[in-house]
């Protein structure tokens, strides 16, 4: 999908993650989150790791797995109405390229996190719970179900 | 240019910093790197895409299986094989094939349809614009007409905004699914007309059908749903709740019990959605339907909908209300967005029949005197059974006993008619698809009424030969 061309897609939101450039920007916003956070004063640097990850977490959960439907009005009558992000991406497709991207891009945050955060326990713990929230969702086997009906509507 | 020397200083320092990495850490890393080897390796598939049947499960399906021929047969008498041809305007009288008949026929209430003045300002808009528009309203298919026409429609129903559709029957089809989407609810009459039922169907919503005018069914639907929606409040806080019904019922003539209606939207918090195209420019003292028949606030229906085929004798439908509401379907109602403009001759000659509906609002009672008239003259036709309201202007005669088939009922209806045509009078009966309904009405014929007016003087033709089946009807017209 390219922006600012006609396109016959009933669900935008399918094909949006397979646009072009939408990888490099996701990557270039997470970078310029770090940098902003390192440019805060009195911030150490394994704070800010454990921050970018933290923040860079909560935002994909939010986007990706929690936010349900579409933007925008569909000529499908709201299939989408009780999907997520992640649900709708390549019309539930798995393990396409940019499911594998978005699984993988968390890991290697965390992997840096770690590294940088000197394997502090307390960092660990923080990084990694916030690591599996965003990942376990991403399994196949998570794909429509809801824990405990929560979110569900 | 790094030297062997700084290769080792680098593998140094990685070293000792993993080194006081515990156990733990270095373990949940290998795995999430061998995750991401995974990852990239593994193939893409659809999930639940496979349900593999047995080969019983197979058998089964190819013996329940009957095939049906492509086209299917259909009998040389087919009643949509063989069509009366009209020729002239069908107005009080009608010319079917050649012969001159008195109409009881089209739903041409208001004798609109051959009115000099309405003619006259299609003339003068055909003369302007050209007869289409080759254009949807988005597209450069919006013409100073229809914003007007647009404004009339809203000043007329004393609402806040009015949207033009350029085909009747899309007007309720498009609006219905313009709002209620996957998961809603909708509470309909089951003598709900077709274009009502093709709506439901776009919407994909749950369908909940309580009896003809049955607000004790419809109570029980509601508070079932009532019950429902405190089990899960959640759910209930994401589902859209309308009721659909119709002002009068095209299939039974019959006029909605609106007040109550209305008591049971607000006690149970649904919206109500109305298609007034039988009573629109009928009902009323001032021709504006339903609402001002039972002394209904407009502003407690959410939507009207109505075709001006009928009472307006244009083409094309309008939905009614809020603003906020009616707003929706210029992006959202699939006949206003994807389909030409109406023709702008049309909108001209619909805002003609608006002014004369408002310069003139004694037609509105001679309609309903002469409906109340020709109910009241056909009654007690033996064998034959009327059904609507006294006030209705169209009503149905449908059989008092069946006569065993449907076929056979129809057939004998058909006769009917064919001997009132040789009496000259034009009568129809009432057609459905017989598979697409999902109640189907029993067979009938409709019998419109019409003010006379419009022409002048009230008609008076010479009195037609008598057909004993409907002699009333005939010294009723002559009258």
Same mark, same amino acid.
């Given at each position: 999908m390219n922006v600012g061309v006609a396109h016959s897609e009933v669900n935008p939101n399918t094909r949006v993650m397979n646009s072009r450039g939408i990888w490099l920007t996701y990557l270039l916003l997470t970078v310029v989150l770090h940098v902003i956070l390192l440019s805060i004063?009195?911030?150490t640097v394994p704070l800010v790791w454990t921050l970018t990850n933290v923040i860079h977490n909560l935002v994909m959960y939010l986007f990706l797995h929690t936010v349900k439907g579409t933007p925008f009005e569909t000529p499908d009558q709201g299939k989408a109405r009780l999907l997520t992000h992640w649900e709708q991406m390549d019309y539930g497709v798995q393990f396409t390229s940019s499911r594998k991207f978005l699984t993988i891009s968390p890991i290697v945050l965390y992997i840096l996190a770690s590294f940088y955060t000197k394997y502090d326990p307390t960092h660990f713990l923080i990084n990694t719970s916030s690591l599996l929230s965003v990942l376990l969702p991403k399994l196949p086997q998570f794909h429509g179900v809801r824990i405990f009906g929560i979110n569900k509507y | 240019s790094t030297t062997p020397d700084d290769e080792t200083v680098c593998v140094y320092v990685v070293i000792t910093l993993y080194f006081p990495a515990p156990a733990y850490h270095l373990i949940l890393e290998g795995i999430l790197i061998l995750w991401i080897i995974r990852l990239l390796f593994s193939k893409t598939y659809k999930l639940h895409e496979t349900y593999k049947l047995t080969e019983k499960e197979k058998e089964d399906l190819i013996e329940e299986w009957q095939p049906e021929p492509l086209v299917p047969l259909a009998s040389k008498d087919c009643l949509s094989l063989n069509y009366d041809v009209v020729t002239g305007p069908p107005s009080h009288k009608i010319i079917i094939n050649g012969k001159e008949c008195i109409n009881f026929a089209s739903f041409n209430f208001l004798g609109l349809l051959d009115n000099e003045r309405v003619k006259e300002k299609a003339l003068a808009s055909l003369k302007k614009?050209?007869?289409?528009?080759?254009?949807p309203r988005g597209f450069y298919g919006t013409f100073d007409v229809h914003l007007e026409l647009e404004s009339r429609l809203a000043k007329f129903m004393k609402t806040e905004e009015a949207i033009i559709y350029s085909y009747g029957f899309a007007t309720i089809a498009s609006a219905i699914p313009a709002y209620s989407k996957r998961g809603d609810i909708i509470f309909v009459d089951e003598a709900a007309c077709f274009s009502i039922q093709k709506g439901l169907q776009a919407s994909r919503s749950f369908i909940k059908y309580f009896k003809h005018n049955d607000m004790e069914d419809l109570e029980r639907l509601l508070k079932e749903q009532e019950l429902e929606d405190q089990k899960n409040p959640r759910k209930a806080r994401v589902t859209r709740k309308f009721i659909v019904v119709e002002g009068l019922y095209m299939n039974t003539a019959d006029i909605c019990p609106l007040p109550e209606l209305v008591k049971l939207k607000y006690k149970y918090k649904v919206r109500i959605f109305l298609e007034e195209s039988l009573s629109f420019g009928v009902l009323g003292e001032y021709g504006r339907g339903v609402t001002e028949h039972f002394g209904? @606030?407009? @502003? @407690?229906? @959410?939507l009207i909908s109505a075709n001006m085929e009928n009472a307006i004798a244009s083409i094309g439908g309008f939905c009614c209300g809020r603003s906020f509401v009616i707003d929706?379907?210029?992006?959202?109602?699939q006949g206003y967005c994807f389909s030409a403009s109406l023709p702008p001759m049309l909108a001209a000659a619909a805002i003609e029949a608006l002014n004369i509906m408002e310069e003139d609002p004694d037609i509105f009672a001679i309609l309903r005197k002469k409906s109340e008239h020709i109910h009241k003259a056909l009654q007690g036709i033996s064998g034959l059974k009327l059904v609507g309201e006294p006030f209705a202007p169209a009503r149905h005669l449908q059989l008092e006993r069946s006569t065993g088939s449907r076929e056979s009922d129809m057939q004998l209806l058909r006769s009917i008619v064919d001997q009132c045509l040789e009496g000259h009078v034009a009568l129809t009966l009432a057609r459905y698809l017989d598979r697409e309904e999902r109640i189907l009405p029993p067979p009938s014929e409709a019998i419109p009424a019409h003010t006379g007016r419009g022409r002048g003087t009230p008609w008076t033709g010479r009195p037609p030969i008598a057909v004993p089946t409907f002699q009333q009807t005939l010294t009723l017209q002559t009258i």
């Amino acid at each position: 999908m390219n922006v600012g061309v006609a396109h016959s897609e009933v669900n935008p939101n399918t094909r949006v993650m397979n646009s072009r450039g939408i990888w490099l920007t996701y990557l270039l916003l997470t970078v310029v989150l770090h940098v902003i956070l390192l440019s805060i004063p009195f911030f150490t640097v394994p704070l800010v790791w454990t921050l970018t990850n933290v923040i860079h977490n909560l935002v994909m959960y939010l986007f990706l797995h929690t936010v349900k439907g579409t933007p925008f009005e569909t000529p499908d009558q709201g299939k989408a109405r009780l999907l997520t992000h992640w649900e709708q991406m390549d019309y539930g497709v798995q393990f396409t390229s940019s499911r594998k991207f978005l699984t993988i891009s968390p890991i290697v945050l965390y992997i840096l996190a770690s590294f940088y955060t000197k394997y502090d326990p307390t960092h660990f713990l923080i990084n990694t719970s916030s690591l599996l929230s965003v990942l376990l969702p991403k399994l196949p086997q998570f794909h429509g179900v809801r824990i405990f009906g929560i979110n569900k509507y | 240019s790094t030297t062997p020397d700084d290769e080792t200083v680098c593998v140094y320092v990685v070293i000792t910093l993993y080194f006081p990495a515990p156990a733990y850490h270095l373990i949940l890393e290998g795995i999430l790197i061998l995750w991401i080897i995974r990852l990239l390796f593994s193939k893409t598939y659809k999930l639940h895409e496979t349900y593999k049947l047995t080969e019983k499960e197979k058998e089964d399906l190819i013996e329940e299986w009957q095939p049906e021929p492509l086209v299917p047969l259909a009998s040389k008498d087919c009643l949509s094989l063989n069509y009366d041809v009209v020729t002239g305007p069908p107005s009080h009288k009608i010319i079917i094939n050649g012969k001159e008949c008195i109409n009881f026929a089209s739903f041409n209430f208001l004798g609109l349809l051959d009115n000099e003045r309405v003619k006259e300002k299609a003339l003068a808009s055909l003369k302007k614009y050209g007869v289409g528009t080759c254009g949807p309203r988005g597209f450069y298919g919006t013409f100073d007409v229809h914003l007007e026409l647009e404004s009339r429609l809203a000043k007329f129903m004393k609402t806040e905004e009015a949207i033009i559709y350029s085909y009747g029957f899309a007007t309720i089809a498009s609006a219905i699914p313009a709002y209620s989407k996957r998961g809603d609810i909708i509470f309909v009459d089951e003598a709900a007309c077709f274009s009502i039922q093709k709506g439901l169907q776009a919407s994909r919503s749950f369908i909940k059908y309580f009896k003809h005018n049955d607000m004790e069914d419809l109570e029980r639907l509601l508070k079932e749903q009532e019950l429902e929606d405190q089990k899960n409040p959640r759910k209930a806080r994401v589902t859209r709740k309308f009721i659909v019904v119709e002002g009068l019922y095209m299939n039974t003539a019959d006029i909605c019990p609106l007040p109550e209606l209305v008591k049971l939207k607000y006690k149970y918090k649904v919206r109500i959605f109305l298609e007034e195209s039988l009573s629109f420019g009928v009902l009323g003292e001032y021709g504006r339907g339903v609402t001002e028949h039972f002394g209904v @606030d407009i @502003d @407690d229906i @959410d939507l009207i909908s109505a075709n001006m085929e009928n009472a307006i004798a244009s083409i094309g439908g309008f939905c009614c209300g809020r603003s906020f509401v009616i707003d929706h379907q210029r992006l959202s109602g699939q006949g206003y967005c994807f389909s030409a403009s109406l023709p702008p001759m049309l909108a001209a000659a619909a805002i003609e029949a608006l002014n004369i509906m408002e310069e003139d609002p004694d037609i509105f009672a001679i309609l309903r005197k002469k409906s109340e008239h020709i109910h009241k003259a056909l009654q007690g036709i033996s064998g034959l059974k009327l059904v609507g309201e006294p006030f209705a202007p169209a009503r149905h005669l449908q059989l008092e006993r069946s006569t065993g088939s449907r076929e056979s009922d129809m057939q004998l209806l058909r006769s009917i008619v064919d001997q009132c045509l040789e009496g000259h009078v034009a009568l129809t009966l009432a057609r459905y698809l017989d598979r697409e309904e999902r109640i189907l009405p029993p067979p009938s014929e409709a019998i419109p009424a019409h003010t006379g007016r419009g022409r002048g003087t009230p008609w008076t033709g010479r009195p037609p030969i008598a057909v004993p089946t409907f002699q009333q009807t005939l010294t009723l017209q002559t009258i």
